[in-house]
């Protein structure tokens, strides 16, 4: 990856050398494409070339899209990458790049964007009319995935866009921004967004034409929507396969339905709750036919690598998948409703727990959605010394997540709440870690963001995604690895499984894919062995076995494992 920065210039002389200075600071070559500015600016421009400053003129102005297109090609010649366009009046925050280029280094053939964060600066005008664009894009694009496609504070993947300039027409003026985000995810280029800071200085200069950049913008997206159309059974294909992502399935079910059989359950016990298991299972398993298919696809597979064992085939139904779900969701309620009252639990590996308490030196638990893994929390609330921290994905467990906080505040006191892994989270982890805290995440799913790459390893027959981040974490945490597993015996108890992984995970540079692959795979032969054993416990209702999504340039996210 080898960015530049691309600033397109027409007469905004006032705060340009700035601009190019804290450019410069950020150790980014620059492009200045002067857009057939005055005299004045032009000389300002002029000033400012040297050896890492070039500029490109243009002999008319002849609009920022048009700019911007000749500022890439001369990107492209130079042999860099990426370019990072930003605007010639200052008011985009460039304290912000090295977010901006580390989502694009994660994922380089994407189109980064800023998602602007306003003060009061903003003119409601413009405010309002973001949110019409918003609009139309979510129709072009029969998606919700371009959450702003008006900001210019972006990092442009050269060959991708130039793609799209060389073969299409993209408009060139204040309708370029939105029209060259929509064509490129048209193509197969998603578009990643990163907050910014956004303000619109008292004595800016806009070059915004009321009637005549109105029209043109709505010309454009007549075009775009016609555009639509005729790609609409391919748009609607891509919809389909993304809604296949465990992070974009909706969460399921009503918090006040939650509340009033917890509040049941407090009055009477246990029985309201075991009353309504087959009402509430019947209920999902007949209008969640993706799940449902989830679940036979799984249990398929379980089948085929148990076909010895006597009556599995009975036992092995959807409808029984669903209501082990059903029934363990149930005892999450009773465990945090009542912690006191939980039952000991059947510890194997006590040992290494022991080891972190006696010697304060935390560890990362690697575990899966298999079991009932809030019982094990539940569990170390009375275990004087031991502080089990679970790292949660939140995006599609926000109502179960406060339903738990209201009946037990102790529920959010151990619980990272995260959408992604980033920077702040990792010294967190690691300020955890180092004060002799264990730390517990699930490797059994891809990434939520769909930002992260995979590996591919063996699953019950068949190559299946596991996600990187587990193990880029632990090479971070610089901690003892382990394994556990929360399963209910059928005896009605709980039996918590604690194995050793590694005495530290490290991902040597140049082969960290490799490797990744191998801890992959031993993870998922482990998966397997217990998943075998206590089937109707593994709970991901998706397509677990989906192919890695393909970029448009035919690069995968996917990597496989090193059998």
């Not at 000389?43 to 400053?53: C, P």
């Amino acid at each position: 990856m080898h960015p530049a920065a691309l600033v397109p210039v027409f007469n905004h002389p006032h705060r340009l050398a700035d601009v190019v200075a804290g450019l410069r600071r950020l150790g980014l070559p620059v492009v200045l494409v002067d857009d057939g500015s005055e005299p004045g600016t032009a000389a300002v421009i002029d000033g400012l070339r040297d050896e890492h400053v070039l500029v490109e003129r243009l002999p008319e102005n002849r609009g920022k899209g048009a700019a911007v297109i000749a500022g890439l090609r001369v990107a492209r010649a130079r042999g860099w990458t990426h370019a990072v366009q930003v605007d010639a009046d200052g008011q985009h925050d460039l304290d912000a790049i090295p977010a901006l280029l580390q989502a694009a280094h994660e994922e380089p053939h994407a189109l980064v964007s800023g998602a602007p964060v306003y003060d009061a600066s903003i003119p409601k005008s413009r405010l309002h009319g973001r949110r019409i664009t918003h609009f139309w894009t979510a129709i072009e694009t029969l998606s919700m995935d371009i959450r702003d496609a008006m900001c210019g504070f972006r990092v442009y993947p050269v060959e991708e866009t130039l793609a799209i300039a060389d073969s299409e027409h993209v408009g060139a003026r204040m309708d370029f921004d939105t029209e060259i985000m929509v064509r490129l995810y048209w193509r197969g280029v998603r578009s990643v967004f990163v907050p910014v800071k956004v303000v619109y200085p008292p004595d800016g200069i806009s070059h915004f034409r009321m009637v005549a950049d109105n029209l043109r913008i709505t010309r454009m997206h007549v075009r775009l929507c016609l555009g639509m159309l005729w790609r609409l059974p391919r748009l609607l294909r891509a919809r389909r396969k993304r809604s296949a992502s465990w992070a974009r399935l909706p969460e399921r079910g009503s918090l006040w339905a939650m509340r009033i059989v917890a509040r049941l359950t407090r009055l009477m016990g246990r029985l309201p709750a075991t009353l309504l298991t087959h009402p509430v299972t019947c209920y999902f398993w007949l209008t969640h036919p993706a799940a449902r298919r989830a679940s036979r696809q799984y249990l398929e597979r379980v089948r085929a690598r148990t076909a010895s064992a006597p009556g599995q085939e009975r036992k092995l139904g959807s409808y029984r998948h669903f209501l082990a779900f059903t029934k363990a969701v149930v005892e999450k309620l009773h465990a945090w409703q009542a912690p006191e009252r939980l039952p000991p639990a059947k510890v194997e590996g006590a040992d290494l727990l022991e080891a972190c308490r006696s010697n304060g030196r935390g560890m990362l638990l690697l575990s899966a959605h298999l079991g009932n893994l809030e019982m094990c929390r539940a569990l170390a609330l009375h275990e004087p010394g031991l502080r089990v921290n679970a790292l949660v994905y939140t995006k599609n467990a926000a109502k179960f997540s406060a339903f738990m906080n209201e009946i037990n505040p102790a529920f959010h006191d151990r619980v990272i709440l995260v959408e992604e892994i980033g920077a702040d989270t990792a010294i967190r982890l690691r300020e955890l870690i180092d004060r002799g805290e264990i730390v517990v995440t699930v490797a059994d799913r891809t990434p939520a963001s769909e930002n992260g790459r995979v590996v591919e390893a063996p699953f019950l027959g068949a190559d299946a995604p596991f996600a990187i981040g587990p193990y880029l974490l632990a090479h971070l945490l610089e901690c003892p690895v382990g394994l556990m597993f929360c399963l209910r015996d059928d005896g009605g108890g709980y039996r918590v499984v604690v194995e050793p992984f590694a005495d530290r995970i490290h991902l040597p540079r140049g082969k960290r894919l490799p490797a990744i692959g191998e801890l992959a795979s031993r993870f998922a032969a482990r998966l397997e062995y217990h998943a075998l054993r206590h089937p109707l416990q593994w709970f991901n209702f998706y397509d677990f076995w989906a192919p890695a999504r393909k970029f448009s340039n035919g690069k995968s996210h996917a990597t496989h494992a090193t059998r």
